[in-house]
């Protein structure tokens, strides 16, 4: 059984996808990428991308009854793989230890453009 999550607070989809879609107790949440979801358009900078991402995933977490503290694996996508640390940092503004599991990878491009895209699933 799926059930959809969906946020008018978070941005909208840009494609024929969910915001997240919950199974059981596992929510799966769609790549975020850092548009802000008012104006729908990237924030400038690279830190300013990271932490807008890191605010669309915990909406649509918390969209879903959890927070980012329930996230179990982090997929994260760079466009430009030395900025890697600048996640860590955010990483722990956000999360409380344990962290999650996380993969990074450098990508050639993003979505509009985005110089960060992160996905992630938790467990309620």
Same mark, same amino acid.
């Given at each position: 059984? @799926? $059930?959809?999550?969906? /946020?008018? $607070? *978070?941005? $909208?989809? =840009?494609?024929?996808?969910?915001?997240?879609?919950?199974?059981?107790?596992?929510? #799966?949440?769609?790549?975020?990428?850092?548009l802000?979801?008012a /104006?729908?358009?990237?924030?400038?900078?690279? +830190?300013?991308?990271?932490?807008? &991402?890191?605010? %669309? !995933?915990? /909406?649509?977490? +918390?969209?879903?009854?959890?927070?980012? %503290?329930?996230? &179990? @694996?982090?997929? &994260? #996508? !760079?466009?430009? =793989? %030395?900025?890697?640390? !600048?996640? %860590? +940092? *955010?990483?722990? $503004? #956000?999360?409380?230890?344990? #962290?999650?599991a996380r993969?990074?990878?450098?990508? &050639?491009?993003?979505?509009?453009?985005?110089?960060? +895209?992160?996905?992630? =699933? !938790?467990?309620?």
């Amino acid at each position: 059984m @799926k $059930k959809v999550i969906q /946020t008018d $607070k *978070a941005p $909208k989809a =840009i494609g024929c996808y969910s915001q997240a879609i919950q199974s059981g107790n596992t929510v #799966y949440l769609s790549g975020q990428i850092p548009l802000d979801p008012a /104006t729908m358009q990237i924030v400038e900078g690279v +830190e300013a991308q990271i932490s807008r &991402v890191f605010d %669309n !995933l915990n /909406t649509v977490a +918390e969209a879903s009854g959890a927070d980012l %503290n329930s996230i &179990v @694996k982090l997929t &994260v #996508y !760079l466009t430009d =793989i %030395n900025v890697a640390p !600048l996640v %860590n +940092e *955010a990483m722990t $503004k #956000y999360f409380k230890e344990p #962290y999650p599991a996380r993969t990074t990878f450098q990508v &050639v491009a993003l979505p509009k453009g985005a110089l960060v +895209e992160i996905d992630a =699933i !938790l467990v309620m």
